[in-house]
């Protein structure tokens, strides 16, 4: 979900939704104007809440408030270098992800390389900076991301942007697994999630989570309000990883 799209109660009552029907970690998108990993789906959503006047420290709020309706449920908030780090170290933004909530954060475009001194503020407050790896690096650059990875590794199943797919690459098994073989912390999957059937694929080739994003948001519908819809999809999403 896309924080403030297309405001910010309907976000609220979405989060709880996807919660409720069974995700064990939620994802909140934080609206920027060039999301450079995210797809059509993503970036129409947060142009959407950019015009309904989403703004950082809203984004935050809204963390907040899901924080305290579902403590239990650890909140990655999802941004970009700009929005968190900016020309500093980014010691602002990481104590006030914490302070609302946060226990993860996912920055689309920082790497281990450029990310140390965010990570060591993030780490101060609690937080668990969580990294992007894609199928193009050689085995040893996935393992140099996944040594600095907190709380899991974000595999991106495929070469591109965010959004829904109807099937995902044929590699994606064998990428997991190659990941997997040099990860010392969790691996979960995303980018092009949509189906149960890509659920049961990526389960059974060994990744211990599964990352849907574009198509949550699809599901509810042109206005954003379709919540019937979000939690019916997030449950079969859920029911697949359970059956494997």
């Not at 976000?11 to 994802?27: H, M, V, Y």
């Not at 309706?69 to 020309?87: E, H, I, K, S, T």
């Not at 199928?135 to 990875?149: G, L, Q, S």
């Not at 190659?178 to 995303?190: M, N, R, Y």
Request: aromatic share 4%.
């Amino acid at each position: 979900m896309v924080a403030g799209y297309p405001d910010a109660d309907a976000s609220f009552e979405a989060a709880l939704a996807c919660i409720d029907a069974g995700a064990d970690t939620l994802e909140v998108g934080l609206p920027y104007s060039d999301p450079l990993a995210d797809g059509a789906t993503l970036q129409r959503a947060s142009a959407a809440a950019l015009r309904a006047g989403a703004t950082f420290d809203g984004s935050l709020e809204l963390v907040g408030r899901i924080a305290a309706a579902r403590p239990d449920v650890p909140l990655v908030p999802m941004g970009y270098a700009n929005q968190l780090v900016g020309g500093g170290t980014g010691a602002e933004g990481a104590r006030r992800l914490a302070e609302a909530g946060a226990s993860g954060v996912i920055v689309a475009d920082l790497t281990p390389d450029e990310g140390a001194p965010f990570a060591a503020h993030a780490r101060d407050h609690g937080l668990e900076v969580i990294y992007l790896v894609a199928p193009t690096p050689p085995a040893a650059r996935r393992r140099w991301i996944a040594d600095h990875a907190g709380g899991f590794l974000y595999c991106v199943s495929l070469v591109g942007v965010t959004g829904a797919r109807r099937s995902l690459p044929r590699e994606v098994g064998r990428l997991i697994r190659e990941v997997k073989a040099v990860s010392p912390v969790p691996v979960a999957v995303g980018f092009g999630v949509s189906r149960p059937t890509h659920v049961r694929q990526i389960v059974r080739a060994g990744a211990d989570g599964v990352i849907a994003a574009s198509a949550l948001v699809d599901a509810l519908g042109p206005d954003g309000r379709d919540v019937a819809a979000l939690s019916t999809l997030v449950a079969s999403l859920r029911g697949a990883t359970l059956r494997g």
